[in-house]
């Protein structure tokens, strides 16, 4: 059974976003949260670690095996190839967070931002997505985004009063949804969207990973490299982070479709590629007349 169903990826279309549900099990997730945690240094049962002075929620952690084994899972890459109608992707280099409950009762919300360029359209599709590591009700730092701005996002930006400056608007006020789901749940959304993770008002912390996938580079050998020395080489996604993992983990172990996903082997071979049934009659057909 497909992860979305047609009633989902109608949903998708219309409003950008959607949720995969228990594209992973519960335990699994419970296996990567812990994870987080023990890379952060943060204890899950001691809030008092939960906290440090002028760091967001990012933990710069990308290469535990637990989070290979999420990025790589073929529910993961069924709801992605799903949306892009594109099974031949590779996964991107993202890593997780951890977003304590909120302390001050007069904190304001987050403003949105977009993780593109918006500064030459038109735009074209791309997709982005984050899994729950945890149950995380609305209320307990979930994803927020305007539903459907993807529709809108380009007359927006041509209206705007000359000079003012995009990520710089109230984009809250362009009408938010908290979007909560369970542990094991992926929220995939289009890039166009303006989202971040909401404040959290509840009383324990959001785990979660990053996810995305695009359509595989596989006609750029130099991207393809890039993209394998991520995996073998256990680097950190941005430049600014420290590069850990490199020295403290081996290569994640991959799958048959992991190696794909990562761009080690290619998709496009004879023995994925598929044969429609009528063209393979139709070649038995003339082989028989020959």
Not at 165 to 190: C, H, N, S, Y
Not at 202 to 225: C, F, H, L
Request: aromatic share 10%.
């Amino acid at each position: 059974m497909p992860v979305l169903s047609q009633q989902d990826l109608a949903f998708f279309h219309k409003n950008g976003y959607v949720i995969a549900r228990k594209v992973i099990d519960r335990a699994q997730a419970e296996r990567t949260a812990q994870a987080v945690w023990a890379f952060s240094g943060k204890k899950p049962d001691d809030p008092e670690t939960w906290y440090e002075e002028g760091k967001g929620i990012m933990v710069e952690v990308y290469h535990q095996q637990a989070m290979w084994d999420n990025r790589t899972n073929p529910r993961v890459h069924q709801a992605f190839s799903q949306v892009w109608n594109n099974e031949k992707l590779w996964v991107s280099h993202d890593r997780a967070s951890i977003s304590p409950p909120n302390r001050d009762p007069e904190a304001k919300e987050h403003n949105l931002h977009w993780d593109m360029n918006i500064d030459n359209p038109p735009f074209s599709f791309g997709v982005q997505g984050v899994l729950y590591l945890n149950d995380t009700p609305a209320e307990q730092g979930a994803f927020i985004c305007v539903p459907g701005f993807q529709h809108k996002l380009e007359g927006w930006l041509a209206n705007l009063p000359k000079g003012a400056k995009p990520k710089e608007q109230d984009l809250l006020a362009l009408g938010t949804k908290r979007i909560g789901a369970e542990a094991g749940d992926l929220v995939l959304w289009q890039t166009a969207l303006p989202h971040t993770a909401s404040l959290n008002r509840g009383t324990s912390p959001r785990v979660a990973q990053y996810i995305t996938m695009s359509p595989a580079g596989e006609k750029n050998p130099d991207a393809r490299q890039r993209h394998v020395a991520f995996w073998r080489d256990r680097l950190a996604g941005f430049r600014y982070a420290e590069e850990r993992e490199h020295d403290e983990v081996p290569p994640a172990k991959l799958t048959p479709l992991g190696r794909k996903l990562v761009g080690l082997d290619p998709w496009h071979t004879k023995e994925n590629s598929y044969v429609h049934p009528m063209s393979a009659r139709r070649r038995q057909r003339r082989r028989l007349r020959g």
